[in-house]
């Protein structure tokens, strides 16, 4: 017990002092989760607006497959992306693996249908008739889509920030993909597996106190952001 | 040629024929109102004429032209349309009103004299900064309609444009459209259900039921001469009489009716079976024997009377009912009772007659 007090002691020491090698961490951790949640947020907006906007065949369906999706295994979207990446997949060319932009992919795909289907229940939330109102004062279809997003724009951005606390809290994909190299590929989630099995815990730890509180500010931000609607 | 032509226009939902077979014309500067109970189709015709539903047979065209599913959006940039219960965007009010302008790609330097110009006129001013979702009924109202008509539309559609307002907003809103139609030969198509709406604001009336436009014609023809027993019960014609036209001399008609007979100014011919139709006010109520301008005069008793508001409606049985419509002054100054004697007169041209045959 006083071994574990010691540590939580060190792991705060190590958090303000601002040791180096957290720090560095916390950042690649930030900027590969920021970045999939950018790429993810600018193909899921405007495709599930055009899923929304659009009647097709099978558009039941589709949406059922995205909210089954969202609970897809990271480390499935992890083997996924390896086989695709790995030196004898189909991308292998490209020698992106074992790199945060690895990573990045993996966790874009990751958070694609969270997002994309947050999206679509956002949009389907907006007054049917606003795409009616929109169309009769000229838009064109695109015009029209781009009107239904702004209507939904809080509910959009709640599922934006979700999508961003799913990849900043997955390890599976980001170990399988960037392989958890020091000062390269290794972030909060990879760190915090590692060094627990290596008993560096109050390193760990410290990650640890850094995720809960980024996963808890997200949270927070999420609910303020809907409370505006 | 016409600004824009309904040509036999079906639409069907699924199995229920919401449009059937209508034909109509939209004349630029003119005021058309098309009025009929809630369910009659006249929000799908407005919607056929904003292009926002494809009719399920016939056409619907715009400056002579068919409108290709290309061409969509161009036709309705020249048109303008006020939803039933309207939306406004999320947005400031002048950002609403301003909308209609930028996805036209309008002058950006243009649009705030624009914008604010037609919010002054719809009595607006100093709105700009609102958020539109907090403005009051009559204030979204008028919102939809500065948005509507900011881009000066060659035809502006309104549905319903003043259900659920105020008397005063009601009268405001109703003045900008004529004013409108006025200064800028905007033709205006409105759809109501309150026929008294219709009468103020339109040069033609037309009348739709059930789906079908039964009667166009200017407001005196639909309310003095309506062409069939469903117009006329809806145009407020409230005694509807079966008869017989006993002779004709000239234009002049006796019709029978079971033992009574009454006189009408007609080109029915003597042996057509026809119905008879009376306006409540054409009737006019007196104790004694009435003076001779009216051709025809019935006695009879008070059966019924209600007061609504400055009127009184009174129910005569002269061996066949009669419905008046009286002032509530007059009624009071006559000292009508229920059972009272009392004569009914009206002009042989306050007797619409139209022919049985075919409207049952």
């Not at chain 2, 930028?102 to 950006?108: I, L, N």
């Amino acid at each position: 017990m006083a071994e574990l007090w010691q540590a939580l002691k060190d792991a705060i020491h190590l958090i303000v002092s601002r040791d180096p090698e957290v720090i560095d961490i916390t950042w690649r951790s930030l900027r590969v989760s920021a970045a999939s949640t950018i790429l993810a947020a600018l193909i899921c907006i405007p495709l599930g607006g055009l899923i929304s906007f659009r009647n097709f065949w099978g558009k039941r369906l589709l949406i059922n497959i995205i909210q089954t999706l969202y609970s897809v295994p990271t480390v499935c979207v992890g083997l996924f992306v390896f086989l695709m990446l790995s030196r004898a997949g189909p991308l292998g060319a490209f020698h992106l693996f074992f790199t945060p932009t690895a990573m990045v992919i993996a966790q874009t795909l990751l958070i694609v249908p969270v997002m994309l289907g947050l999206t679509i229940s956002a949009l389907s939330g907006v007054d049917k008739t606003i795409k009616d109102t929109t169309l009769s004062l000229g838009a064109n279809e695109f015009q029209a889509i781009w009107a239904i997003i702004k209507e939904a724009r809080f509910a959009i951005v709640a599922g934006v920030l979700l999508g961003f606390g799913r990849a900043i809290s997955e390890v599976g994909a980001a170990w399988i993909v960037g392989g958890n190299f020091a000062g390269y590929t290794r972030v909060l989630t990879t760190a915090i597996s590692l060094y627990s099995q290596q008993g560096l815990f109050a390193l760990a730890m410290a990650l640890g106190i850094i995720l809960i509180t980024m996963a808890l500010v997200v949270n927070i931000a999420v609910n303020v952001v809907q409370q505006r609607r | 040629m016409s600004l824009t032509e309904a040509i036999d226009v079906n639409q069907r939902f699924g199995t229920k024929a919401v449009l059937k077979d209508v034909s109509l014309t939209v004349e630029t500067g003119e005021v058309l109102a098309i009025i009929g109970p809630a369910g009659a189709g006249k929000t799908t015709l407005l919607r056929l004429f904003d292009h926002l539903e494809k009719p399920s047979s016939g056409k619907v065209l715009f400056d002579g032209r068919e409108v290709t599913p290309r061409l969509r959006t161009q036709v309705r940039r020249k048109i303008s349309m006020v939803l039933q219960k309207p939306v406004v965007f999320d947005a400031s009010v002048y950002d609403n009103v301003a909308y209609p302008l930028r996805v036209r790609k309008y002058d950006r330097k243009a649009i705030p004299e624009k914008v604010n110009t037609l919010l002054k006129t719809v009595g607006l001013d100093g709105y700009q900064k609102r958020n539109a979702r907090t403005l009051s009924g009559g204030e979204t109202q008028k919102v939809a309609l500065a948005r509507a008509l900011v881009t000066d539309p060659q035809m502006l559609l309104l549905d319903e444009p003043t259900a659920n307002l105020d008397p005063v907003s009601l009268n405001t809103i109703e003045g900008f459209i004529l004013k409108f139609s006025r200064e800028r030969a905007t033709a205006i198509v409105i759809a109501t259900h309150e026929m008294a709406q219709g009468q103020r604001l339109a040069h033609r009336i037309g009348v739709m039921m059930e789906g079908e436009l039964i009667q166009v014609g200017k407001p005196e023809d639909i309310f003095y001469a309506p062409s069939d027993m469903r117009v006329a019960q809806f145009v407020g014609v409230e005694n509807i009489l079966r008869g017989r036209v006993a002779t004709n001399e000239g234009g002049l008609a006796q019709v029978g009716l079971n033992s009574h007979s009454l006189e009408a100014v007609t080109d029915h011919r003597p042996g057509e079976e026809v119905h008879v139709f009376i306006r409540p006010e054409e009737i006019t109520i007196s104790l004694q024997s009435p003076s001779s301008s009216a051709r025809n005069s019935f006695s009879g008793e008070v059966k019924l009377m209600a007061l609504s508001g400055p009127y009184a409606r009174v129910e005569i049985d002269c061996g066949f009912t009669l419905v008046t419509l009286i002032t509530r002054r007059s009624a009071e100054e006559l000292g009508l009772k229920v059972g009272q004697q009392v004569h009914a007169s009206f002009k042989a041209t306050a007797v619409h007659v139209i022919s049985r045959a075919g409207s049952g």
